[in-house]
């Protein structure tokens, strides 16, 4: 009898204990839940906006004036190259689900570019870059048979077009009151025209026959063309082509005839195609170094200043200007560069 008491005890333990764990379960799996919806934040509904940027510059300039008044979320990370950029299920439902996504455009995103033109996406689009081209402000670069140039953000007169087209849209879409909007707009292209008038300053203290600029891909052709550069790069405007034996050859010429102190590497991009440069100028006794490493399609580390547009080109201005024998300070336009040199 005793041994029968002490079983049906046990057994009602058990019982206890197995209801609690299972209610533990199922208030972890509700939990769990909330914190992967993207419209809440540490299991709080976020009931803002929610804006979709494909790469870090269009999501800058979009947070510049959306401030606190939207969520926006960036696609592709520090580092990696939008060309070459294939998007995850996680990219689909976040482009799907959004309130507006904000692209580059001009086939900068590769891949991204099948997802954007869905019918539940593409009502929704934003196209900073074709915008600042129809805008009639700011002639786009061709190269080759008819490939158009994507990156206008090295260019900060050109991209204050698109803060003023990304503005347009953000009030018409009564992200927050027009004069809230339209005073952050103002206070970013403070930001902007300063950053142009130290490019344009230090970029004009390079010696006048060191003035090009050799990379390892084509992206700077707007910063050429605003601050009189010649730009060449290894590779075209995409990075889903290997640079050419030929290309190399040409670019080795020009470095030994035009005595080009350095060339630059990009941080999304392999550095084998610049080091095969470096080591066929030197072997004609050209005296070439790696001039630094430039963003192009993606800024630095987020949380550094570098991984903000206006970090991003400082760094670029900066490091172009000191490599090729011009005069700007170490730490750059505010001090704030972190990854000089």
Sequence with gaps: EKYFEYSKCMFCITIFRTFTALSALGVALLLAGCGNNGGETNGVADSRPHLVATVGMVGDLVRAVVGEDANVTVLVSEGIDPHLYTPTRQDVVRLQGADAVFYNGLLLEGNLGTVLNRPRVTDRTFAVSE??????????????????????????????????????????????????????????????????????????????????????HDAFGYLGRRYQIEVRGIQGISTDAEAGLREIEGLVRLIVNEQIPAVFVESTIADRSVRALIEGARARGAQVRIGGSLYSDAMGVRGTYEGTYLGMIDHNVTTITRALGGEAPVDGRLGKLTHHE
């Design 131 to 216: 915008k600042i081209i129809a805008s009639g402000k700011v002639e786009l670069l061709v190269e080759g048979d008819d490939e158009r140039d994507p990156h206008l953000w090295m260019d900060p007169l050109a991209w204050m077009v698109g803060l003023e087209e990304v503005t347009e849209a953000l009030i018409e879409m009564k992200i927050a009151p027009e004069e809230t909007l339209r005073s952050r707009a103002a206070a970013y292209r403070a930001e902007l025209e300063a950053l142009h008038a130290y490019a344009e300053k230090v970029f004009a203290s390079i010696p006048e026959a060191q003035r090009v600029l050799i990379t390892a």
